[in-house]
């Protein structure tokens, strides 16, 4: 645990403390558009195989890192080991995403939501930080994650992935104060698992709101905004003798950017249909920036790729705080080849802007 | 075509003049949640029977007109006319949504697209419209309507729906300039089809944006609100003695609604993730506003949905130059009863904003 960490250029810009370069890592760096990742996944034989073991986590985390030079990794897990911890019953169909198959729609099964507790029901996660952390010799930071609890939730009332979120914006609209009762617990449970993963060793938190974006201003600042900001109160703030810095992120969340920074997260996340210019006035210098390539770029030849990574730093602009992501998670469809065209004009592009 | 329009406040409201009450039509108003549709479209045998026959069309153009008090008909058809006129193989499978069966991507698929003659391979619409207008007699104007050009060529470059806009955004990216010879074909159809709804009866444009939203800022400006701009530009202004207004909607489009503006356009549709009141700050009184209740709502119980009818209202504020509005199309799966509901509020909340 108290490896001397040899890059911390990752930590440093979430802090927006000087850097020679920007720093980079991908959202979903470990995933299916690898092959060294389809192998392992091949080996555990199920999605959830692969997240419960913390050998084959531990391994798939490690696998981007070994092939692209990275600034950080993530823990390899999924926003839903939340419901599946509080025994709601969670499958992963081949080509049909999540499946929970006891979603909570009445006040009776709101009853039946508990806290799990990280060291029993989350253990498996827990071992996978610990793991990570010592097997990554402190190379790079370890960031841990958990999904927002409005995101969380979307999942657990309507039972998997939607389009239209007929049942839980029935609740949110019709029975507001049951939407906030599901919220509740999901936000204590989700302060609880990402400080069990501080503990283990991850040294940055992030929390993906995914579906922030499908609400109304004022919904979001109710439903989902409300329950990040006690997330960020709850968190620990400092472990071995470093601040472990909090990174929020809403999809779709460009107008809210500075409500955001009012919650005293440390960065932001910002998709690509917002300009990182416009994002870093409207935040001033209360946070960094993470993002915001569009993940459809690496679809492109690479130099077109190298063109829209120098138009990102651009907006960007001069000075620190910047840390240099997809706007989203990379699509499994992507050739290994783009990504790492991507990373590599990060570290080319990047140190004009850090003089 | 000279029957004395009976109700006028949904152009009244295009315009910002003066009217009495906020005017109210719905996206997909006529579509799969209202029974009487669904009976129409089983004779028709299918979804393109259903558009390319002009007696079917209009027969579901007027249902929900004489189901809910509604101050606008529009067109019953598709954003898809157009790649179906260009004879690119349009299909509508069951549940899969449409398939173009020659979808384009090279250099040489881009030579053979053309601009469509509205009097021949979209005379099925032009005679829908001529029809409808007939048959409405006056009761309210009717809306013509067509896709943007960016949107209509995301369907024409993937080939139907998609996730992650894979191909046509290597095209945007990696290929640009095949991607404006799309849009440019595209865009100057769209103007001689909508003049053409025009000229038959059409008495007010939108062009509906759908896709706009998974853009940059910069790829937005310059490959979807440049094109729509033409197709502003480019429109009959006044027919039958009245200004023809003209509706821009790029769903996810909120920050850009200055932009939009900028257009000359006279109105913008708005999505339910801005608020109306920021809206109208931002476009000032260049436009008028056209939304922007969550479609979800209408999932929740009547009494709520009057509750957020109110809210939507009351973020416009007092004036005029609102039309009450989904901020999306209706979902399928929604209560008729539900609608009518929302419809109801608005007759009975608008009145004191207009006084």
Redo the contacts between chains.
Sequence with gaps: MTTTLQNDVFLRALLRQPTERTPVWMMRQAGRYLPEYRATRGRAGSFMGLCTNPDYACEVTLQPLDRYPLDAAILFSDILTIPHAMNLGLEFEAGEGPKIERPVRTSADIDRLFVPDPAKELKYVIDAVSLIRRELKGRVPLIGFAGSPWTVSTYIVEGGSTK????I??ML??APSDMHRVLDVVTRSTISYLNAQIEAGAQAAMVFDTWG???????YREFSLHYMQRIVDGLVKEREGRRVPVILFTK?G??WLDQMAGTGADALGVD????LA?ARAMTGDRVALQGNL????L???PA??R??VG?VLASYGKGHGHVFNLGHGI?P?VDPEHAGAMVAAVHELSPQYHR
Excluded: M
């Excluded at 690509?272 to 300009?275: G, L, M």
């Design positions: 239209n979120f007929a049942r914006k029935s609209y019709g974006g499908v609400l109304t201003p004022q919904a779709g460009g107008a690509w249909t917002t300009d416009d569009d993940p459809s770029v679809y492109a030849p077109a790729i063109t829209e138009r699509h469809d």
